[in-house]
């Protein structure tokens, strides 16, 4: 009977260590990743980013003349660039209800559903690539934090009638709404350059297709952020410029992480491999 229960003591303590095991994810250098720290890191930055963001949202009939002045700017650079035919890719969408209604669900949940998922599938699979694509996307966010408090934007969906766009949350409405009473008050419309959505999404790829194994899925990873500029596009809540911005700073945001990251190592960064 003292054995059975000697060896039931022993099993519990065992399951235990296992399960403490599962929750710490132990680097090649040395160093541990607890699921607590990232999760209390990643909630925190988020609220310090958000209220960062919206700050400006309480001035925002005063940037309103500014915001609209960049949007003038940003559509005679693309003009002249020959680039700029965010009308007409709206116009030609919402000849489809289904495109329209399906991309503003897009826009409203990819953006944090992926990058979570992605976030998740980094530390439990490639413990030892994560810190580096977890500091990518921070300093890849808070350089956008830049953006939005220096250069106030008008996204298209804002801008007068005469410029012939839309809102389309107006008129296919969905699970939520700019024109909400409480997102209309603390978000900040005009936090548009350079496109979070598009700097998020172009991390997700980076990260997924050089670990990923089979085809079809490095090929869904590489077409998220082509989806998510044509849905922004014909959401009217950004410019092409604006995604060119948002890929601008992961590239900075990576380039910077990497050098924080090596000097924070005792060992290099590993080639990838998959798994």
């Not at 890719?89 to 992926?114: C, D, M, P």
């Not at 012939?164 to 949350?169: K, N, P, V």
């Not at 194994?213 to 500029?229: D, E, F, Q």
Request: proline share 4%.
């Amino acid at each position: 009977m003292t054995k059975e229960l000697a060896g039931t003591d022993s099993t519990s303590v065992k399951v235990k260590n296992e399960d403490l095991r599962d929750r710490t994810r132990r680097l090649r250098d040395g160093s541990a990743l607890h699921w607590w720290n990232e999760a209390a890191f990643i909630l925190g930055f988020y609220f310090v980013y958000s209220m960062i963001r919206n700050f400006n949202s309480r001035d925002a009939r005063h940037l309103q003349a500014l915001a609209l002045s960049h949007a003038r700017a940003i559509i005679h650079l693309q003009q002249t660039l020959g680039i700029n035919h965010e009308e007409a890719i709206q116009e030609w969408a919402l000849k489809t209800r289904a495109l329209i209604v399906g991309a503003n669900y897009f826009y409203g949940s990819f953006h944090f559903l992926v990058t979570i998922g992605v976030g998740i599938f980094l530390y439990r699979r490639f413990q030892d690539d994560y810190p580096l694509w977890r500091n990518t996307i921070a300093i890849t966010t808070a350089l956008a934090l830049i953006g939005f408090t220096l250069w106030p934007l008008m996204p298209p969906r804002l801008l007068p009638e005469h410029f012939g766009f839309i809102d389309t949350l107006d008129r296919y409405p969905t699970f939520w709404s700019f024109d909400s009473g409480t997102l209309h008050n603390v978000s900040n419309q005009f936090a548009a350059m350079p496109s979070v959505h598009c700097a998020w999404a172009l991390w997700c790829a980076c990260a997924l297709v050089p670990r990923l194994k089979s085809t079809w899925s490095k090929v869904v990873a590489a077409l998220y952020p082509v989806c998510t500029v044509t849905v922004i596009i014909i959401t009217g809540n950004h410019y092409l410029l604006d995604a060119v911005a948002g890929f601008a700073i992961l590239g900075i945001g990576y380039l910077t992480a990497r050098a924080i990251t090596r000097a924070g190592r005792r060992s290099p960064i590993e080639p990838i491999t998959s798994t």
